[in-house]
């Protein structure tokens, strides 16, 4: 608990410094505004930005969908062919660890500027490292379990349903907390660079128009949702995880 | 029935490495009489696990068959065999009651009706009060026990053992044997045990099979004519221990002169 | 079995290659460029014929990625020693930092164009601002895995804090530390390339929006190889010093 409070004492004296800064003029506020100033142009743009929030979060909810269902699903079938996931994997690391920005273009071309393009982006960036997570997953399933129910007789399916499955469980919680910042940061990217109609359209318009206190409301706003979808997702983690 | 329970003939098992293929058992024969005890022992990597793992059909000979009640065993039947590991391999994600339940779970039979068998099991064996603990909520001989409840649980029987107490300590695995013998005396299974322990080798069994070193064939069968329980002091069992040991300890000076 | 799976490999690799070469001819080629449009493409833009300057950004998007990535190596190990090292602070202040992380980081991408403008200066802190976390991770987690009884151990044989860390923990943290300025670098390069793409007025990827703008759309695939070859040629660099690290302190 203690730590909790030494917690909101250091954001609190951050935040006291910084509005002292600001107010004493050592930081220019027209690019560094006061916590003050940016609380109350959170109150103003706040009716303008809960729609496009809303759209974005919902966009990103699209692509996290398709890239949880496609992550797991492949990455199931994938992991349990060692062959497969031999021949594959520097594929899937590269889709993983390359800068996946350099594609947006050419989807921005092909697809429009709608919500299309940001769902397929999102998805592009979900989906890789929740499928890598559930090939690891499945590979590493503890080789004496699936010997036991050999054993006692499990069928393929019931490898599958009572062994493989909950066995992959963390690896596809952990998956899951990945996939939502990876489908929210695509999303985010899509709307920045092609100007769909969203929260990464607000931020650079704001940023474009110079106007700093409305441009901080609005990036505390996105972050604070995405904290709270994290914690969201600890919690239903938890819930299935009482065994650990 | 007439006739051995378990036959071993003549059968041979190499694995295949990157580099070559090792011979694991080379001819092994053996016989196992209906409710008999027999401890398979000898020198690491003999390839005692291969054995047990080839009667328990999980692994197929490369020569030679295993047969139990006279028929070709070709792959793993629950039905006739149950298995128990050195590693309890306890699904971590189910708590003890529903572990013991799990191979009656997957013949099908009804969630009420396999929690109440796995139930009736645990009590005897001191586990009633954890039946609704996960695994890692439990000790290493609490789990074991639920590892071989959960053998027990199917009703087979020949129950197969492979090193069941070597992770545990001297004690705990003393008590375990203790255990064991009582239950074995009341259920009259066919059990094959393997070890490295001749302590236990002794203690347990009604017939001990020595394997030599790698690859393994059969290098000597002792009889244990005691009754039970038996004393680790008694002449019988110490002149028995001397043979067993003179076996084994030219084997084992084998491996570790490699 | 090796083999076989890189034969594997290249045939998937062929058969992608070729596959999207037949589909991309059977619909537009302007917009699904096949591969014989981009190899000529490619050669042009090499030669330095469809952008001369092709060098002098190539060389903007490097320096960018240097200094963004020399800042996250040294803030990322100052402030990943003083949480791992004080377990206080590491207790209050690791998990600030791990709800950060929670954060889609691009969202700081617009507040960084602000505050430092159109030129190299917000390229190299937004990969400063990505590459730092996995080396502030890494510390702490190669921190934990140090063993307390191996410290004593030096200790009692009269080790001082600099040997205690140069023999003992050092060592023992090695591959997560090194696995972790890997991953760093790997990121910083991801910042500088997602932020000149989004705005900028030069660098590698200020050439591709520009070639995208102009519908160029070979020009744009050559320009997109060329980055993937730089950003695996510096991965390998990376990947080539971490053994090396590894063979020397290990």
């Known amino acids: 608990m203690t730590i909790r409070a030494l917690q909101a004492a250091s954001v609190g004296a951050a935040l006291l410094l910084w509005e002292g800064a600001a107010r004493a003029r050592l930081v220019d506020p027209l690019f560094v505004p006061a916590p003050t100033a940016v609380a109350a142009a959170l109150g103003q743009v706040l009716g303008e930005a809960l729609p496009a929030l809303g759209r974005t979060v919902a966009t990103a909810f699209v692509a996290y969908a398709l890239s949880v269902g496609l992550g797991v699903g492949l990455g199931l079938v994938i992991g349990a062919r060692r062959f497969l996931g031999d021949v594959l994997s520097p594929f899937l690391l590269a889709a993983y660890g390359l800068p996946k920005i350099l594609v947006l273009p050419w989807i921005v071309l092909i697809l429009g500027t709608g919500a299309t393009p940001a769902v397929v982006y999102g998805t592009l960036h979900g989906l890789f490292p929740v499928l890598l997570l559930v090939i690891g997953g499945v590979r590493d399933v503890d080789r004496s379990l699936i010997t036991t129910a050999r054993a006692f007789g499990a069928r393929p399916w019931q490898l599958y349903s009572r062994v493989i499955l909950p066995a992959i469980v963390p690896a596809v919680l952990a998956a899951m907390r990945l996939g939502i910042v990876f489908a929210l940061l695509g999303v985010l990217v899509v709307e920045m660079f092609a100007g769909v109609r969203g929260m990464g359209f607000e931020l650079s318009a704001f940023a474009n128009a110079f106007q700093a206190p409305e441009l901080f409301a609005l990036t505390l706003l996105v972050s604070a949702v995405a904290i709270a979808i994290g914690l969201v997702l600890d919690g239903l983690g938890e819930r299935l995880n009482r065994w650990r | ?258 | ?250």
């Open chain 2, 1 to 258: 029935m007439a006739g051995p329970h378990i036959v071993v003939d003549g059968v041979s098992k190499r694995f295949e490495t990157s580099a070559d293929a090792v011979p694991a058992l080379s001819e092994v024969s053996l016989a196992v009489g209906r409710r008999e005890f027999c401890t398979v022992i000898g020198p690491s990597g003999c390839g005692k696990s291969t054995l047990l793992a080839m009667i328990g059909g999980l692994v197929l000979p490369d020569a030679g068959q295993v047969r139990i009640d006279g028929q070709p065993v070709e792959g793993p039947d629950p039905r006739r065999v149950a298995m128990v590991f050195q590693d309890p391999a306890l699904l971590p994600w189910r708590t003890a009651l529903d572990n013991v339940a799990f191979g009656l779970e997957l013949r099908g039979m009804s969630r009420p009706e396999r929690r109440r068998i796995a139930g009736d099991l645990l009590g005897p064996l001191g586990l009633r009060e954890f039946a609704e603990r996960y695994p890692r909520e439990l000790s290493g001989g609490m789990r074991q026990r639920v590892a071989i409840a959960r053998a027990l649980a199917i009703d087979s029987e020949i129950v197969l053992m492979d090193e069941p107490f070597g992770a545990l300590d001297e004690q705990t695995r003393l008590l375990m044997g203790e255990w064991l013998l009582s239950i074995w005396t009341r259920a009259r299974k066919t059990v094959v045990f393997v070890t490295h322990s001749l302590q236990e080798a002794l203690l347990l069994s009604t017939r001990v099979v020595a394997l030599t070193a790698r690859p393994g064939r059969v290098k000597s069968v002792l009889e244990v004519p005691l009754p039970y329980p038996r004393d680790l002091e008694s002449p019988g069992l110490a002149s028995l221990r001397a043979t067993l040991w003179g076996e084994i300890r030219e084997e084992s000076l084998k491996t570790m002169g490699r």
């Open chain 3, 1 to 250: 079995m090796i083999g076989r799976v890189l034969a594997a490999r290249a045939a998937l690799g062929l058969g992608v290659v070729l596959a999207w070469e037949v589909a991309a001819r059977a619909r537009d080629p302007l917009l699904y460029i096949p591969p014989s449009r981009v190899l000529p493409a490619l050669a042009r833009l090499l030669l330095l014929r469809s952008f001369p300057l092709l060098p002098e950004h190539v060389w903007l998007t490097l320096r960018e990625i240097l200094v963004a990535y020399a800042l996250a190596v040294g803030v990322g190990l100052a402030v990943g020693a003083v949480l791992g090292l004080r377990p206080t602070l590491g207790r209050v202040y690791a998990p600030l930092l791990g709800a950060l992380y929670a954060v889609p980081s691009v969202v700081w991408y617009p507040s960084l164009m602000l505050l430092f403008g159109l030129g190299a200066a917000s390229k190299i802190a937004f990969g400063f601002l990505l590459g730092v976390y996995p080396v502030v991770l890494a510390v702490l987690a190669g921190v934990r895995q140090v063993s307390r009884e191996l410290v004593t151990v030096a200790r009692a044989f009269g080790a001082g804090p600099g040997r205690v860390f140069r023999t003992v923990m050092l060592p023992s943290m090695l591959s997560t530390l090194t696995g972790g300025l890997r991953a760093g670098l790997a990121l910083t390069v991801v910042g500088v390339i997602v932020g000149e793409v989004l705005g900028s007025t030069a660098g590698l990827g200020y050439l591709i929006t520009y070639a995208y703008g102009l519908l160029r759309t070979a020009d744009y695939v050559a320009l997109v190889l060329v980055t993937l070859a730089i950003v695996l040629a510096i991965d390998a660099a990376a990947g080539l010093a971490e053994r090396r690290a590894r063979r020397r302190w290990a």
